[in-house]
């Protein structure tokens, strides 16, 4: 059976460094919902005239791409409008996840960090949910996005909590400490499924960087 791996967790608690590594390393195909979702609002697009359509013209860019800051401060500050913004681009999102995941035969990441919210776990085989101290990935956001600290809570609390993520995980990446022991936890779940997918069997990692753990 097709290995997918379904990879989620928080805004700002290490997706991008594990995604990185599993595509650098391991070689595997990653396909990232926000590319998508980035993709399906680009000019000229029906989700795009949607949005315009709702919110005006001021939504957009002088080069008439979206104003996403702009638009994050209206979603982030009004759940019903988040919901409809997302409505109308999940459903693009899936349906290039199933187109990708046809074309592919290999293990597949999908980067999705809205897998539950989106109810989207039925496109994966395994989930992987990258997990941290609240008050870490507060402090990350900030200092990722420039953000205040109310509009890093704002966009935490719009998604499902990591405890709740972390309920219905089958692997947890727990990323309070060092990038290092994050790295350590990829090893060791990517390699156990070995013994029992033969045609996993040569996946190794092709650089040299630590002892995975025993």
């Known amino acids: 059976m097709?290995?997918?791996?379904?990879l989620t967790g928080g805004i700002s608690t290490g997706k991008t460094t594990v995604s990185n590594y599993l595509k650098n390393v391991y070689k595997l195909p990653v396909l990232d919902a926000d590319v998508y979702a980035r993709d399906a609002v680009q000019p000229g697009?029906?989700?795009?005239?949607?949005?315009?359509?709702?919110y005006g013209s001021n939504i957009l860019?002088?080069?008439?791409?979206?104003?996403?800051p702009q638009l994050g401060e209206i979603i982030f500050r009004n759940p019903s409008e988040?919901?409809?913004?997302?409505?109308?681009?999940?459903p693009e999102v899936r349906d290039r996840f199933l187109a990708a995941i046809h074309q592919l035969s290999e293990t597949i990441v999908l980067v999705v960090p809205?897998?539950?919210?989106a109810q989207m776990t039925d496109l994966v085989t395994e989930i992987w949910v990258v997990s941290c101290d609240r008050q870490q990935q507060i402090d990350r956001l900030?200092?990722?996005?420039s953000l205040s600290l109310e509009q890093a809570q704002a966009r935490i609390n719009a998604q499902m909590s990591i405890e709740e993520k972390c309920q219905q995980a089958d692997i947890i990446l727990d990323n309070s400490s060092s990038r290092e022991m994050l790295l350590r936890q990829v090893d060791a779940a990517f390699l156990?499924?070995?013994?029992?997918?033969?045609?996993?069997r040569d996946a190794r990692p092709t650089q040299q960087r630590s002892r995975s753990p025993q």
């Open 114 to 117: 809205l897998l539950f919210e």
């Open 192 to 200: 156990r499924h070995l013994r029992t997918a033969p045609d996993m």
């Open 45 to 54: 697009s029906p989700v795009l005239d949607k949005i315009t359509a709702r």
């Open 82 to 90: 988040r919901r409809w913004l997302e409505d109308i681009i999940h």
């Open 61 to 68: 860019l002088f080069d008439g791409t979206l104003d996403r």
């Open 2 to 6: 097709k290995r997918i791996i379904g």
């Open 142 to 145: 900030m200092q990722r996005n």
